[in-house]
């Protein structure tokens, strides 16, 4: 079972990003699947989540109107696109298989680094 994200880097603060994490290993179609993220010395936040048909189902209120998340069950593929992204963003992105904490599974995570 794998969970791979990637996608992260350097933006100054407005860019954009898109995140993705290519899964393997399990039957992806039938999980729901969340992005998390942890800021240097701060615990998780869960960000987003998307149901297994692809709905998105939660949004934290800090990236609500900014992130949106996607999935592409042929590619067993889930996505953050982040718009308009703020300092505050920037921390360790790891996508989980599950809709809310505990998870069973979470990836490596991709890192984000917004600041000028």
């Known amino acids: 079972l794998q969970l791979q994200a990637s996608g992260g880097g350097l933006v100054q603060p407005g860019g954009s990003l898109t995140l993705s994490c290519a899964a393997s290993?399990?039957?992806?179609?039938?999980?729901?699947m969340t992005w998390v993220r942890q800021a240097p010395g701060k615990g998780p936040e869960r960000v987003s989540s998307?149901?297994?048909?692809?709905?998105?189902?939660y949004y934290s209120d800090s990236v609500k109107g900014r992130f949106t998340v996607s999935r592409d069950n042929n590619e067993n593929t889930v996505y953050l696109q982040m718009n308009g992204l703020k300092p505050e963003d920037t921390a360790l992105y790891y996508c989980?298989?599950?809709?809310?904490?505990?998870?069973?599974?979470r990836g490596r995570g991709t890192l984000v680094t917004v600041s000028s």
């Open positions: 989980a298989r599950g809709y809310a904490t505990p998870y069973d599974y």
């Open positions: 290993g399990f039957t992806f179609t039938v999980y729901y």
């Open positions: 998307i149901t297994p048909g692809g709905t998105p189902s």
